[in-house]
C-alpha cells in the first residue's frame, strides 16, 4: 500500500516554460530590480500592518479570524510592481499583503477589519471581503478558489471592452486540486485572455503539505494541460518575483494569453489564530526564517550600496510608527451601522426582513 510519504516528492525546481522565446528568461536576473527602496516599503507595511492585526486579535479587537501573509510579503510585492494601476487583482482569504500592494490604504484596511465605518465595506465584511474598484481590487475571499473565475471575468471584460488591463488571480496551493482552478484555467485558456494566474505556493494548505496532495508533483505543470505558459521561481525574493511578473504580464497584455506563475513561499505564522503549527517541525521554520523576505531585501539594498543597513532600520521605525498611528485612526472610528448590514445584498424593499431574520434599525 502506498503511504503519503511514498509519493513523489513535490518539484520544488523551475518548470519549463511552454513558450521558452516568450518567457524563458533566467528568472535570477536583476536587471529589473528597484533601483530604490520602494519594494522594501511594500513589504514593511504589509509585514508591521499583519503584526498589527495579530496584535489586535490578541487584544480582542478583531472579531471572527484573520490569516497573516508574514513571510509572503514578496510575493504581492513582486507581482503588483509589476501592474499598471488599472489592472485587476483578486486575493485570497489571506490577502492583505495583496491589497496594500495593489494600493489600498491602511486605514481603511483597519478600519474593515476592525468593523469601523470607514473601511472599504463600510466595516460590514471584515478580513475577508476588502475590496476596492477604484483601485482594480477585485477582493480578498473566503471560499478557497473564489477569486479566481471574478478576475476571469475581469479579463473577458478587458478584452471584449478593448481596455487593455490584465488580470491577475492569486491562489494557495490547497485551491489546485479546486473545480473552479480547472475550470478558470481553461477557460482562459480557449479564450486567450489577459490573465496570470499567481500560487502563493506556502507548502501547506491548513495543515496538510503540499506534497501530500498534489499529483503529478507539480502545480506549475497543470499549465500546460491548458496551453498556457508556466514558471516556478523563488517567492521570497522580490526582484525574481518582479522580473517573472513583469514577463508574464505584458505577454498578457499584448495580447499572447494567459499564464500560471507559481512563487514558493513560506508563511512564517500559523494558518489562522488557533493553530500550533503541529503538522511542521521548529527546523524547518528556522530553515525558512533565514530566507524572509524582507531581510534578503535589506542585505541586497545594503550590499548593492542602495541603501546602507542602519537607514533600512530607521525606515522599518517609520513604518511601524505609520502603521501605529493608523490602527489608532481606524479604533477611534465609529463601529460599522448594523442597520446598513443588507445594503447592497438584497433589494431595499427585502432588506428588513431578510430571510425571516429582522434586520435590526
Ligand atoms: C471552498 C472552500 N473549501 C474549504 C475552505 C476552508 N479553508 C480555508 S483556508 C483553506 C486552506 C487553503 O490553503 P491554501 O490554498 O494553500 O492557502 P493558504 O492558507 O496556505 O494561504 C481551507 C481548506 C474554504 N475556505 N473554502
Ligand atoms: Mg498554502
Not at 4 to 11: E, F, I, S
Not at 33 to 39: G, I, Q, T, Y
Not at 68 to 95: F, I, K, M, N, W
Not at 205 to 229: D, K, L, N, Q, W
Request: with cysteine.
Amino acid at each position: 500500500m502506498t503511504t503519503m510519504r511514498d509519493m513523489t516528492p513535490y518539484v520544488v525546481g523551475r518548470a519549463v516554460p511552454i513558450d521558452p522565446g516568450a518567457s524563458g528568461q533566467d528568472g535570477s536576473s536583476r536587471a529589473g530590480c528597484s533601483v530604490d527602496s520602494s519594494w522594501a516599503v511594500t513589504m514593511l507595511r504589509i509585514r508591521h500592518f499583519e503584526l498589527k492585526i495579530n496584535e489586535l486579535f490578541a487584544r480582542g479587537e478583531v472579531r471572527g479570524t484573520a490569516h497573516l501573509c508574514v513571510g509572503q510579503e514578496a510575493v504581492p510585492t513582486g507581482v503588483c510592481a509589476a501592474l499598471r494601476s488599472d489592472d485587476y487583482v483578486s486575493a485570497t482569504h489571506r490577502g492583505h499583503g495583496a491589497a496594500i500592494a495593489k494600493g489600498l490604504s491602511l486605514y481603511g484596511m483597519f478600519s474593515e477589519i476592525l468593523g469601523r465605518r470607514d473601511g472599504y465595506g463600510a466595516g460590514r465584511g471584515g478580513s475577508q471581503h476588502i475590496a476596492c474598484m477604484e483601485k482594480g481590487f477585485l477582493g480578498t475571499n473566503g471560499i478557497s478558489g473564489g477569486g479566481l473565475p471574478v478576475s476571469v471575468g475581469a479579463a473577458l471584460s478587458s478584452k471584449r471592452l478593448g481596455l487593455g488591463r490584465v488580470a491577475v488571480a492569486f491562489f494557495g496551493d490547497g485551491v489546485a486540486n479546486q473545480g473552479a482552478f480547472h475550470e478558470a484555467l481553461n477557460m482562459a485558456g480557449i479564450w486567450r485572455l489577459p490573465i496570470v494566474f499567481v500560487c502563493e505556493n506556502n507548502l501547506y494548505a491548513m495543515s496538510a503539505p503540499v506534497s501530500s496532495f498534489v499529483a503529478g508533483g507539480s502545480i506549475a505543470r497543470r499549465a500546460e494541460s491548458y496551453g498556457m505558459r508556466h514558471d516556478s521561481i523563488d517567492g521570497n525574493d522580490v526582484g525574481q518575483v518582479f522580473e517573472a511578473s513583469r514577463r508574464f504580464v505584458d505577454l498578457a497584455r499584448s495580447g499572447e494569453g494567459p499564464g500560471l506563475l507559481e512563487c514558493l513561499t513560506y508563511r512564517q505564522l500559523g494558518h489562522s489564530k488557533s493553530d500550533k503549527r503541529a503538522y511542521r517541525t521548529r527546523e524547518e521554520e528556522a530553515a525558512w526564517l533565514k530566507r524572509d523576505p524582507i531581510a534578503r531585501e535589506r542585505r541586497r539594498l545594503d550590499g548593492a550600496g542602495i541603501m546602507p543597513a542602519a537607514d533600512f532600520d530607521a525606515m522599518e521605525s517609520r513604518v511601524v510608527a505609520e502603521v501605529a498611528s493608523e490602527a489608532e485612526r481606524a479604533l477611534a472610528c465609529q463601529a460599522a451601522d448594523v442597520s446598513t448590514l443588507y445594503d447592497h445584498v438584497v433589494p431595499e424593499a427585502a432588506a428588513k426582513t431578510c430571510g425571516g431574520i429582522t434586520c435590526p434599525s
